[in-house]
């Protein structure tokens, strides 16, 4: 399986995890990822839209840093669909 794939699994398992239980939490970062990395993070987010929760990701420093700095060179996203809020997941690497 490739690194990029991985990461993808990952951000969707964890998205609908969340939808599941309604509330936010993290994951354990390392679980379900088999390459060499040298930073993880992780944004999880919830709101009306995809658009609502991107902007709130952008309206936190922390998150707007994780979304728009250099430390990771990758980032994969889930978002699961259906129902009446919309949960988001970023996993980002440095490899």
Not at 15 to 26: G, N, Q, S, T
Not at 58 to 78: C, E, M, P, Q, Y
Request: with cysteine; aromatic share 6%.
């Amino acid at each position: 399986m490739g690194q990029k794939l991985e990461l993808t699994l990952k951000a969707q398992a964890w998205a609908e995890h969340l939808a599941r239980i309604d509330r936010l939490e993290h994951s354990n970062l390392s679980s379900g990822i088999s390459y060499r990395w040298r930073s993880l993070g992780e944004n999880v987010g919830v709101g009306s839209s995809i658009a609502s929760v991107h902007q709130s990701y952008l309206d936190s420093s922390g998150h707007r840093a994780d979304i728009s700095g250099n430390k990771f060179n990758d980032v994969d996203t889930g978002c699961p669909t259906g129902g009446g809020r919309v949960y988001t997941v970023q996993v980002l690497m440095q490899s």
